[in-house]
Antibody, heavy 119, light 107 residues
Framework: EVQLVESGGGLVKPGGSLRLSCAAS????????MNWVRQAPGKGLEWVSS????????YYADSVKGRFTISRDNAKNSLYLQMNSLRAADTAVYYCASTRAIGGLFDLWGQGTLVTVSS | EIVMTQSPATLSVSPGERATLSCRASQSVSSNLAWYQQKPGQAPRLLIYGASTRATGIPARFSGSGSGTEFTLTISSLQSEDFAVYYC?????????FGQGTRLEIK
């Protein structure tokens, strides 16, 4: 079965760090770009970061640049998001999503993991 | 950054009727426009890409049209499972941006 499963969310204090993981299965993970997209409570969708299949190309939204780091381990079929210097505004459900067809298209989504930044 | 604007914010339609959702881009995105459906407590699901191509498994009652800056998602005969929030997204330029969403509710 083709699927993405996120983990690692939780409650963290402002200024703290958290590492999210996304396990992929059912497709050739190393061949495709992967992405993180977030959704604040009751709000819309916001693209966060993307990484190409070989990790050659990496992009970040301005809102997280310098604080978040995306990475992947193709041997483990896993995607990661290291989040540092967290702020209340980073509170959201974080989804990993694949781009298996057209660049920039999010064609498969995980169920999401909730990150809450609060003192 | 390309700003995507969806209208209306909320659309009330009766089951069996047609729903028309709009999306406008602040500059041309060619046909690099996607639509996603999100139900409460679920992840978004890709419906349409390339402005008019249905994703795998999407029923024919969903159709997309437009190019450049003006786009439309039409649901021809609403089923109960279609009541959800719909987002448009441009993937023509970094950063990829979403509209704020249209909530489709039962009238």
């Amino acid at each position: 079965e083709v699927q993405l499963v996120e983990s690692g969310g939780g409650l963290v204090k402002p200024g703290g760090s958290l590492r999210l993981s996304c396990a992929a299965s059912g497709f050739t993970f190393s061949s495709y770009s992967m992405n993180w997209v977030r959704q604040a409570p009751g709000k819309g969708l916001e693209w966060v970061s993307s990484i190409s299949g070989s990790s050659t190309y990496i992009y970040y939204a301005d809102s997280v640049k310098g604080r978040f780091t995306i990475s992947r381990d193709n041997a483990k079929n896993s995607l990661y998001l290291q989040m540092n210097s967290l702020r209340a505004a980073d509170t959201a459900v974080y989804y990993c999503a694949s781009t298996r067809a057209i660049g920039g298209l999010f064609d498969l989504w995980g169920q999401g993991t909730l990150v809450t930044v609060s003192s | 950054e390309i700003v995507m604007t969806q209208s209306p914010a909320t659309l009330s339609v009766s089951p069996g009727e047609r729903a028309t959702l709009s999306c406008r881009a602040s500059q041309s995105v060619s046909s690099n426009l996607a639509w996603y459906q999100q139900k409460p407590g679920q992840a978004p699901r890709l419906l349409i890409y390339g402005a008019s191509t249905r994703a795998t498994g999407i029923p024919a009652r969903f159709s997309g049209s437009g190019s450049g800056t003006e786009f439309t998602l039409t649901i021809s005969s609403l089923q109960s499972e279609d009541f959800a929030v719909y987002y448009c997204q441009q993937y023509d330029n970094w950063p990829f941006t979403f509209g704020q969403g249209t909530r489709l509710e039962i009238k």
